[in-house]
T-cell receptor, first 118, second 114 residues
């Protein structure tokens, strides 16, 4: 079965420093996608970045990059130059076609709360 | 575009009451889904739909019903509310196909069952 594990319940970082949020996954599919979402205290889910299992390069979106290590089944999010507004809950999620469904279920990890200190 | 909209934003129910959480999207997305978010557990899929008239169960479907009569709307019905259904509910939609297609989320409904 698909599983996403985020082992860091909470992380702290100093403003302007970089931080890495860990994510490991498990799937029997060869074709899958990995997502990171941000959830600020206001509650909405904000899409940050996507990495496909066949993508050879690590995905980047502005200050966000995804450190994708396929053999280790990890997809860590790196936030460079942290800002106070980065304080939020961060979720790692995976979509695959396990079970043969066309829908492609999105499975979420438990989340990591990031706090950025001034 | 309004994106994905959900009503109500907050709701308090008594055990045994029924209610419908509304979800609508104006992006002509074929795929829609409902998730619940509980502390320490991330989001879990309740039900999903791949098009009008087609629905299926997700990971935690018990106690919930859905229907999809139009592309735009995907209501979630609680048949007989229980305290275990206290949660934040998110509706989401995305375009058909492609593993990479972004999932758009509504603002959520915070439900408390007493």
């Amino acid at each position: 079965a698909q599983k996403i594990t985020q082992t860091q319940p909470g992380m702290f970082v100093q403003e302007k420093e970089a931080v890495t949020l860990d994510c490991t996954y498990d799937t029997s599919d060869q074709s899958y996608g990995l997502f990171w979402y941000k959830q600020p205290s206001s509650g909405e889910m904000i899409f940050l970045i996507y990495q496909g299992s066949y993508d050879e390069q690590n995905a980047t979106e502005g200050r966000y990059s995804l450190n994708f290590q396929k053999a280790r089944k990890s997809a860590n999010l790196v936030i460079s130059a942290s800002q106070l507004g980065d304080s939020a809950m961060y979720f790692c999620a995976m979509r695959d076609h396990a079970g043969g469904t066309s829908y492609g279920k999105l499975t979420f990890g438990q989340g990591t709360i990031l706090t950025v200190h001034p | 575009n309004a994106g994905v909209t959900q009503t109500p934003k907050f709701q308090v129910l008594k055990t045994g009451q029924s209610m419908t959480l509304q979800c609508a999207q104006d992006m002509n997305h074929e795929y829609m889904s409902w998730y619940r978010q509980d502390p320490g557990m991330g989001l879990r899929l309740i039900h999903y739909s791949v098009g009008a008239g087609i629905t299926d169960q997700g990971e935690v479907p018990n106690g919930y019903n859905v229907s999809r009569s139009t592309t735009e709307d995907f209501p979630l019905r609680l048949l007989s509310a229980a305290p275990s259904q206290t949660s934040v509910y998110f509706c989401a939609s995305r375009e058909r196909g492609g593993l990479s297609n972004e999932q758009f989320f509504g603002p959520g409904t915070r439900l408390t069952v007493l």
